[in-house]
């Protein structure tokens, strides 16, 4: 584009130290950062390709979810975000600068980093405009991207429900068993789910849109901290055999302990355990809580059409 505006991790460290100062947005921070690389006007304003949101912004977010990965970055609400005290500490050592390499220092992002199908996230920087050249293809180029879009949309998704109250979390499991196929009609799903109240089950929903069978249902909104343990799940089960039920899904959108895991997997009972990163894969897939911003349509050459009777 031919702008001096800086990229996604050359920018790292001036938004850790932004962060630092207090809660702040990013509207804000690329104020803050646009006057102190002194960009123009013109560099201010840029545009992605898409039109849709300013380039510096974009990459201040970026930047932002790259740290938050490592804990150094964290939002304590909506919209906001600040520096950890590992963010604090970090700066307290006078870094020169900041990147993807230096954070690999930090286990949490190196577990983040080395997640989907290639295991290749260093080409994830392709999801800004005016990067390197890679050693990847464009379409290795364009899926690595992908990857990581979904990994920031499963952040955010996860945010959101926690940021919301339990019952709109039971609501939303509603409408991902609804748009899976499950339930019948979305209204009689909402009057199965949450009525239970008992014995540890949060609701029951048909199977089929006859009521040949049902599945029970647990909800748990956990913090990523706090994990599902067997025990829920054991009590899980003993509901199940109270209604006399084969069937169960228990959701969280934290985690399942090992325990928690093998004990599902080795009793009769046909239970279904679905943790924060399952449930955002299915909240994406069925689009729940989400919309295509985007569509990008890829093309090839037509070889049939330049064959000429072969």
Same mark, same amino acid.
């Given at each position: 584009? @031919?702008?001096?505006?800086?990229?996604?991790?050359?920018?790292?460290?001036?938004?850790?130290?932004?962060?630092?100062?207090? %809660?702040?947005?990013?509207?804000?921070?690329? =104020?803050?950062?646009?006057?102190?690389?002194?960009?123009?006007?013109?560099?201010?304003?840029?545009?992605?390709?898409?039109?849709?949101?300013?380039?510096?912004?974009?990459?201040?977010?970026?930047?932002?979810?790259?740290?938050?990965?490592?804990? +150094?970055?964290?939002?304590?609400?909506?919209?906001?975000?600040?520096?950890?005290?590992?963010?604090?500490?970090?700066?307290?050592?006078?870094?020169?600068?900041?990147?993807?390499?230096?954070?690999?220092?930090?286990?949490?992002?190196?577990?983040?980093?080395?997640?989907?199908?290639?295991?290749?996230?260093?080409?994830?920087?392709?999801? %800004?405009?005016?990067?390197?050249?890679?050693?990847?293809?464009?379409?290795?180029?364009?899926?690595?991207?992908?990857?990581?879009?979904?990994?920031?949309?499963?952040?955010?998704?996860?945010?959101?429900?926690?940021?919301?109250?339990?019952?709109?979390? %039971?609501?939303?499991?509603? =409408?991902?068993?609804? @748009?899976?196929?499950?339930?019948?009609?979305? %209204?009689?799903?909402?009057?199965?789910?949450?009525?239970?109240?008992?014995?540890?089950?949060?609701?029951?929903?048909?199977? =089929?849109? +006859?009521?040949?069978?049902?599945?029970?249902?647990?909800?748990?909104?956990?913090?990523?901290?706090?994990?599902?343990?067997?025990?829920?799940?054991?009590?899980?089960?003993?509901?199940?055999? @109270?209604?006399?039920?084969?069937? @169960?899904?228990?959701?969280?959108?934290?985690?399942?302990?090992?325990?928690?895991?093998?004990?599902?997997?080795?009793?009769?009972?046909?239970?279904?355990?679905?943790?924060?990163?399952?449930?955002?894969?299915?909240?994406?897939?069925?689009?729940?809580?989400?919309?295509?911003?985007?569509?990008?349509?890829?093309?090839?050459?037509?070889?049939?059409?330049?064959?000429?009777?072969?």
């Amino acid at each position: 584009m @031919g702008l001096a505006i800086p990229s996604y991790q050359t920018l790292m460290l001036p938004v850790l130290k932004v962060a630092a100062a207090g %809660e702040t947005r990013v509207a804000d921070a690329a =104020d803050t950062i646009a006057n102190e690389f002194g960009l123009t006007e013109e560099e201010r304003n840029a545009l992605l390709q898409s039109g849709r949101q300013r380039l510096l912004n974009n990459r201040i977010h970026w930047a932002k979810f790259y740290m938050t990965k490592a804990g +150094l970055i964290e939002s304590p609400k909506r919209g906001v975000f600040r520096a950890t005290q590992k963010g604090l500490e970090l700066l307290a050592s006078n870094p020169s600068t900041l990147n993807v390499d230096a954070l690999k220092a930090f286990p949490a992002f190196v577990d983040f980093y080395q997640s989907g199908p290639n295991k290749q996230p260093e080409q994830a920087g392709t999801i %800004e405009p005016a990067v390197a050249p890679s050693a990847a293809t464009p379409e290795e180029q364009i899926e690595a991207a992908h990857v990581v879009l979904q990994s920031a949309l499963s952040s955010d998704l996860l945010q959101r429900i926690l940021d919301n109250s339990p019952a709109f979390f %039971e609501h939303l499991i509603v =409408d991902l068993l609804v @748009g899976m196929g499950y339930g019948g009609s979305h %209204e009689n799903a909402a009057l199965k789910l949450g009525k239970s109240g008992d014995n540890g089950v949060d609701g029951v929903i048909d199977e =089929d849109r +006859l009521g040949l069978d049902r599945i029970y249902v647990q909800a748990k909104r956990y913090a990523s901290h706090n994990t599902v343990q067997r025990g829920e799940v054991q009590a899980f089960v003993g509901s199940l055999v @109270g209604f006399g039920a084969t069937k @169960g899904v228990f959701v969280t959108t934290s985690t399942f302990t090992t325990g928690a895991k093998q004990y599902a997997h080795a009793i009769p009972q046909r239970i279904i355990l679905i943790d924060g990163a399952k449930l955002t894969d299915l909240m994406i897939e069925h689009d729940v809580g989400v919309r295509v911003s985007r569509t990008v349509k890829l093309k090839r050459l037509d070889e049939d059409f330049f064959s000429e009777g072969e």
